[in-house]
Every structure is written in structure tokens, then in C-alpha cells.
């Protein structure tokens, strides 16, 4: 039996958030910079007009931001999580199936509703907006993929009123009819290439195509593809996110980092979310890398970078254990003097590998003896979940890294700190 499944997706997430609690922000152009306010990486609709490409950086649209009077945002991750997990909560009151696959996108099983499947995808739609003010898009389709198709078509074409119903054959006839190949979930450009080189331009075109040369031009992936495209459900939903195998905490520095000081302070922030992260998934790790690089884009500038890797006995996800590993990890990868040695190190990270749950971790021979270990870490993440991060960190992380992320333009945590709230002046 084939599930009906939809895909709702919020319309440019980002900025749909900062208009929730910024009016002003509201039918004018917007954009919301990445990590460092480097480059685009969200835009509103009125920005789109104005020929803002996805990725574009933002040194190099300046006199378009004059020119047009572009509101430029920071990203505020905090915020978007935050209205992500109000979103998912809302579509929980529809389904009891549901798969969070992106940030902004959620599958959801409309199975059970038969002919009444547009109407619930409608209502959906209008309660996400009344209670969190996001505006999105339904696709529905009999596979995940053409879900995906359905949610393509409803934000681009106005003649589905935000809900696209592929289902029914007719419609998807005429959609799949008018979507470009590349445009289909899971055709990167190489694949996009190899299918065009075989005149199949369209998505139509690709579900038409015979699953031996499917097979052929992209392994079975492509293949499965094919087949979703027609309707046989090859992916199902994950209401579960499988195990993690691997985590990484990275950062690019708002300003280069000059001693080994303040990397130190960087790679023990990042270790210690790292470590947060574990314990928050009951995992522990079993191998930790540190690495670091200066800009690699400006060759004129002294060059080097490093990367260590440690085996952690036993595996861990102790504060303590993690950042000293990754200490030992940057002191053997250091060059040059400790108080400076030319180098701008521009960016830290790091990566933690060999991921399983904590009581499946394999046990020593010799123990070491930490009776207080896992409540010192209890301890130390209720302060932090109590107060707010950063209240109780390592001395070797510092309290005012100058390495912290460049958001100049970064709105306030409206949901997640007391502190930002808004306030209503009577």
C-alpha cells in the first residue's frame, strides 16, 4: 500500500523568522549573511528580484545593498532552531508520523485521509502561520521524491495556492512535464550532466527513462530515483534520525588568531560544545581531531596548517577529557614561537569520530577511578541549560575571545533569552 506523504516547507526560513518579530523587515528586500556575515545564505523574495544570488559575498554586493536599500541580517541560529522546533511542534497536532529533515522541511504521513488530503495540507499551512507567523509550502506526493517535486511546484507556480497534489496523475503529468532535470531531489550537476548529455532535460523525461541505463549513468541511486519518480516508494520515512557516526564543531574566527592563546580559547569552546553535544545524545567518543588553517585566499600572507588526531582510552565525553585531548592535538600541530609567529589562523575545529552510546562503550582493564566524572558533568550542563551557555565554561576558553564570530548585524534571541524579549511600550 502506497503512504501519502507531504513535504512542508517554510519559505525562506531565515528571513521569515526575523520578520516574525521585526515588522519593518516585512515587503522589503532582505538577506541573511553566513557565519563571519560572509556571504548570502537566505533571501527574501524582493531580494531575489533584485538579482541577490544565493552565495553571493557580501563585499562584493555592497553598492547593490546601497543602492537598493537591502536590510542585511547576521545569521541568528539560535532564533531559527528555536522556530524550527515550534514549527515541528504544530505539525505534530496532524500526524503522528513525521520526519524532520532539514531545518525548514518536514515529511509528514497523510495517510488516512483520503480525499481529504489537500484540505489537511491547507490546514496545516494556515496553522503553522497563526501560531508561529512562518509561511510555507505543502508538496504531496505517493514517494518522498515526488513530495519533493509537489513542494517545487507549489511555491514556484501560483496556480496551486501553496499545495501541490501529485497524486493525482494528471497534475503529475503537468508538473514533472515542466520541471528541469536538475531540479529533482537527489541530481547533483554531474548527474544533471550525464542526463542531458542523454536529452533527458526534463523531469518527465527522467521517469520515462529505462532502469538499466538509470542504473547505468548513476548507479542504483539514480535508479531508485527513477522509480520514485513513478510512484514506488524507495526511501521511507526516518521518524527516528539514525546514529550518528561522526560530529564536528568548527568555527571561522571573526579575527585571525595570532597566539597559541587564543587558539587554545577557540579549540576549547568548540571541544566543550563538542562534548555537550555527545552528552546530550548519549554517545561518547572514540577519536578526536584538532585542526587549524590560516586563509588559504590570501597567498601573500604566510601559509600553514595543521591536523592532529588522538584515540581517546576510554572513550569519552567529558569536558575535560575532549579539550585536553584536542590541547595535545594543537600544541604538537603548532608552529613557531606561542606568542606569535606571523601565521593568522582563521579557522578551528574539531571532529569527533568512532561515535557509539555510552553504555556500549568498550570497557579497560584498568578503569581509571572518576567517581565524580559523569556528576561533575551533570552539574556542569544544568548550570548551563539553567543560566544560559557560557555561564560556567573552562578558564581555558576565556570570557572574551576575540576569535567569537563577526555578526554585526545579528537581531536579538527573541525566544530563547529573557534578556531579548521584546517589549510592548503602552
Known amino acids: 500500500m502506497v503512504v501519502p506523504i507531504a513535504l512542508i516547507d517554510c519559505n525562506n526560513f531565515y528571513v521569515s523568522c ?23 545564505v537566505a533571501r527574501s523574495e524582493e531580494a531575489k528580484a533584485l538579482g541577490i544570488k544565493m552565495g553571493d559575498p557580501a563585499f562584493k554586493i555592497r553598492d547593490k545593498i546601497r543602492a537598493h536599500s537591502i536590510r542585511v541580517m547576521s545569521s541568528n541560529y539560535t532564533l531559527y532552531g528555536d522556530m524550527s522546533r515550534r514549527v515541528v511542534a504544530v505539525l505534530h497536532d496532524f500526524s503522528p508520523r513525521l520526519e524532520n529533515y532539514s531545518i525548514d522541511e518536514t515529511f509528514v504521513d497523510l495517510s488516512g485521509f483520503g480525499d481529504r488530503m ?65 531540479e529533482v531531489w537527489g541530481v547533483g550537476s554531474a548527474t544533471e550532466g550525464k542526463l542531458v548529455s542523454q536529452g533527458i532535460e526534463w523531469a518527465s523525461q527522467l521517469r520515462d527513462m529505462p532502469l538499466p541505463l538509470a542504473r547505468k ?33 568548527t568555527r571561522s574566527a571573526g579575527e585571525p588568531m595570532m597566539t597559541f592563546d587564543t587558539l587554545a580559547q ?8 563538542a562534548a555537550e553535544k555527545l552528552r546530550s545524545h548519549g554517545l561518547v567518543a572514540g577519536t578526536i581531531t584538532a585542526f587549524f588553517h590560516t586563509n588559504q585566499h590570501k597567498p601573500d600572507r604566510p601559509q600553514h596548517s595543521a591536523s592532529r588526531s588522538a584515540i581517546m582510552k576510554p572513550m569519552s565525553a567529558d569536558t575535560f577529557d575532549l579539550v585536553g585531548a584536542a590541547m595535545r592535538c594543537i600544541r604538537s600541530g603548532w608552529k613557531g614561537d606561542p606568542s606569535g609567529n606571523g601565521h593568522g589562523y582563521t579557522k578551528a575545529g574539531i571532529i569527533l569520530d568512532d561515535l557509539i552510546r555510552a553504555e556500549d562503550a568498550p570497557r579497560l582493564l584498568f578503569e581509571p577511578d572518576r567517581p565524580r566524572s559523569a556528576s561533575l558533568m551533570k552539574a556542569l550542563d544544568a548550570v ?43
Open 18 to 40: 526575523e520578520r516574525v518579530f521585526d515588522l519593518r523587515l516585512r515587503g522589503v528586500p532582505v538577506i541573511v549573511l553566513s557565519n563571519n556575515d560572509g556571504c548570502a
Open 118 to 182: 489537500v484540505k489537511q495540507a491547507a490546514d496545516m499551512r494556515a496553522e503553522v502561520r497563526e501560531r508561529t507567523g512562518i509561511p510555507t509550502c505543502v508538496g504531496i506526493g505517493p514517494t518522498k521524491t515526488l513530495a519533493k517535486l509537489a513542494n517545487f511546484a507549489a511555491k514556484k507556480n501560483p496556480l496551486f495556492a501553496g499545495v501541490c497534489d501529485l497524486t493525482e496523475q494528471k497534475v503529475a503529468d503537468y508538473v514533472l512535464a515542466r520541471v528541469p532535470v536538475g
Open 217 to 249: 549513468l548513476g548507479t542504483v541511486v539514480l535508479e531508485r530515483l527513477v522509480a520514485e519518480l513513478r510512484g514506488i516508494p524507495c526511501l521511507d520515512l526516518e521518524e527516528v534520525a539514525p546514529q550518528r557516526k561522526g560530529m564536528a564543531v
Open 266 to 273: 577557540a579549540v576549547t569552546a568548540h571541544a566543550t560544545r
Open 384 to 426: 548551563n541549560d539553567r543560566f544560559g551557555k557560557k555561564t560556567m565554561v573552562l578558564a581555558t576558553e576565556g570570557f572574551k575571545g576575540s576569535w567569537g564570530l563577526k555578526a554585526d548585524h545579528r537581531s536579538p534571541r527573541y525566544t530563547t533569552r529573557i534578556a531579548d524579549l521584546p517589549v510592548v511600550l503602552i
